[in-house]
């Protein structure tokens, strides 16, 4: 019975899904998009500022941990097609050869949620050596999607 209660429900979480998917206007998902990569960027920056500065283990968790939540959070539903021109609350930077090599964006998005996941895991521990060479990594896998897939 356990078995079935749970087919049902992720039946019914993924027809909600993609009913939200349809019915997303192709501004809001830019914005959306937008807005979750100003929150990693500022908790990529309260990170480096711990490593820089005075550390602070918790902060530094905090901060990993919020970065590995948006990486495992479903972003890819955001990039709807089309959404590489319009604006969010600036102009998209997402340039169109996204669309074309699916393949590649995944493999990238997938890095970024392995490192993220990892950072999350090195930065609980407290070592700042560990956690210094584990955000390094990750800040790569920031670098190399927008070198393939942004816009200047």
């Known amino acids: 019975m356990k ?3 749970r087919i049902a429900c992720v039946a019914v979480c993924l ?3 993609a ?3 349809a019915q997303m206007k192709h501004e809001d998902a830019i914005k959306f998009r937008q807005s979750a990569y100003g929150f990693l960027a500022w908790n990529m920056g309260k ?3 711990n490593l820089d500065g005075n550390f602070n283990k918790e902060q530094v968790a ?3 941990h919020a970065i590995a939540a948006v990486a ?3 972003m890819g539903a955001l990039y709807l097609p089309g ?3 319009g604006a969010g609350w600036k102009e998209t930077r997402l340039k169109s050869e996204f669309f074309a090599q699916q393949e590649e964006a995944g493999k990238l998005a ?3 949620g392995a490192a993220a996941n990892e950072l999350d895991k090195v930065a609980a521990t407290g070592d700042v050596a560990a956690i210094k060479a584990q955000f390094g990594k990750t800040g790569e896998t920031c670098k190399s999607c927008h070198d393939k897939f942004r816009k200047d």
Do not use: P
Request: net charge positive; with cysteine; proline share 0%.
């Open 15 to 17: 027809s909600c899904t």
């Open 19 to 21: 009913v939200a998917h």
């Open 62 to 64: 905090n901060a990993a």
């Open 110 to 112: 997938r890095a970024f």
């Open 47 to 49: 990170i480096k500022a």
């Open 3 to 5: 078995l079935l209660s």
């Open 72 to 74: 495992n959070s479903g």
């Open 83 to 85: 959404t590489d021109k």
